[in-house]
């Protein structure tokens, strides 16, 4: 069937957004990243600083968390803590998204939450540890730690897929395609990818 | 680096077989999979038909293995249990089959045992269940159980890997390309992995 979204999920580092901002690119479609993230923010009142920061975090069960939670909303929560909530948001915005038309989604779990349409292609993007820091260092030059806030990252969202889908993350039957960046590059993979929409058609 | 070795992991009917031919075909060069059980043999003393049965299954530990074990080789297995021995054997095969020149490898545990070789292009294949009954039926037609000889091998398939390797068997960062035979198709598979040989060069 016609692979009409893309789902990429990816290691912290691993170019997930370079690879997907391709994609989009070259089909002239929506990409969804830090956008989804506003279009979760105006949904359910949460600040987007708030979100980006916990979208893809193990539930953390803080009562201080509660403290960013929309104001002056009452019974809005229906009594979920914030990540549950949070993550019924993403799912109904993500669904949202792809009755809407083709796009790109990168991270928030879109492979799982949209496991149940026939037209998504869930891709998985992964690296080699030295080509994540340098990336990481590119884009935070002043980083003391990037392989901490690489280990760091990446068990966040380790942790929060497997949480909330039940599924290891980065296991490769819950993907079509599973590629290493560092070997195969990020325009390689990008046509990897468009070549298997191309010929879903 | 150049990628002159293949090794193709896979799920039990997912193709892994005819697209490592077509992959070999393409390049010419030589593909291993029951050759490489007959190697083992030869280099072993074990009788093919007992290795190509226990050379992927989880080591059972059982004294009857012992039985098939080569005869009039005193002291030929060091002590080793059958499955140990077999594991040393098979190591030794594909590392000079690895060194003698470009090949594909299709199962065996090569990409773990070919981990210190930059000049290889580790595969992971998968399919889902109705695709590999079919091809289980194609290949068999008088298999009674299909579902059930592919719950059992992957599981063999599985458990060995994780033995001797101390990975999990399908996790993405083990290998560069993972594909889903069912949605991608052999071909389309085999022409990504094709280019991703071409492109290393």
């Not at 359910?44 to 104001?71: L, M, N, R, T």
């Not at 993550?87 to 949209?114: F, H």
């Not at 884009?139 to 497997?162: M, S, T, V, W």
Request: glycine share 8%.
């Amino acid at each position: 069937m016609e692979k009409r979204i893309i789902t990429i999920s990816r290691e912290y580092g691993a170019g997930g957004l370079p690879v997907g901002r391709m994609i989009a690119e070259k089909l002239g479609i929506p990409f969804y990243d830090k956008k989804l993230v506003e279009h979760v923010a105006e949904e359910s009142g949460f600040a987007p600083k708030f979100i980006e920061e916990h979208g893809e975090h193990s539930p953390s069960g803080s009562v201080f968390s509660y403290a960013f939670a929309p104001q002056g909303v009452p019974g809005v929560m229906n009594g979920l803590s914030t990540s549950d909530y949070l993550w019924n948001v993403q799912c109904n915005v993500i669904l949202q998204l792809a009755e809407k038309g083709p796009c790109v989604i990168v991270g928030r779990n879109a492979d799982y939450i949209l496991k149940d349409r026939k037209d998504v292609l869930n891709v998985f993007l992964h690296a080699d540890i030295p080509s994540r820091v340098a990336r990481v260092l590119e884009a935070n030059p002043d980083e003391k730690n990037p392989e901490g806030r690489i280990a760091a990252r990446d068990k966040r969202r380790r942790l929060n897929y497997q949480h909330y889908t039940g599924r290891t993350w980065g296991m490769s039957q819950n993907y079509h395609i599973c590629l290493d960046t560092t070997t195969l590059g990020y325009e390689q993979c990008a046509e990897i990818i468009l070549n298997a929409v191309k010929n879903s058609k």
